[in-house]
Nanobody, 123 residues
């Protein structure tokens, strides 16, 4: 496993969680580190990403509530999630995009993946 995600868990609506992701093997040139999430029967959804130059991107559904930080160059990324609601319940995956220098909002644009960490928000 090249990327390892952690920090998921059970939280009440309105609460916060912080996800972490790091690579144990720093052999690839990462342009973006991102977070995606997936619920049963649905496609993997873009959440946020951070570029090598520090630029950040997030989906409209989490803007203002989630903050991505870290370093794409160091293959380390965090996702601070505040004001969680039940719709945020999902398995969260971290990912790395190394082949291209433009942002991708599609899971197919990322070529390295972590194992996923489950976030459950209770009402």
């Amino acid at each position: 496993v090249q990327l390892q995600a952690s920090g998921g868990g059970l939280v009440q609506a309105g609460g916060s969680l912080r996800l972490s992701c790091a690579s144990s093997v720093r052999t690839f040139n990462t342009n973006f580190m991102g977070w995606f999430r997936q619920t049963s029967g649905k496609e993997r959804e873009f959440v946020a990403a951070i570029a090598r130059d520090g630029s950040s991107y997030s989906s409209d559904s989490v803007k203002g509530r989630f903050t991505i930080s870290g370093s794409a160059a160091a293959n380390t990324v965090y996702l601070q999630m505040n004001s969680l609601n039940t719709e945020d319940t999902a398995v969260y995956y971290c990912a790395a995009r190394t082949r291209y220098s433009t942002i991708s909002y599609s899971s197919s644009g990322y070529n390295y993946w972590g194992q996923g960490t489950l976030v459950t928000v209770s009402s």
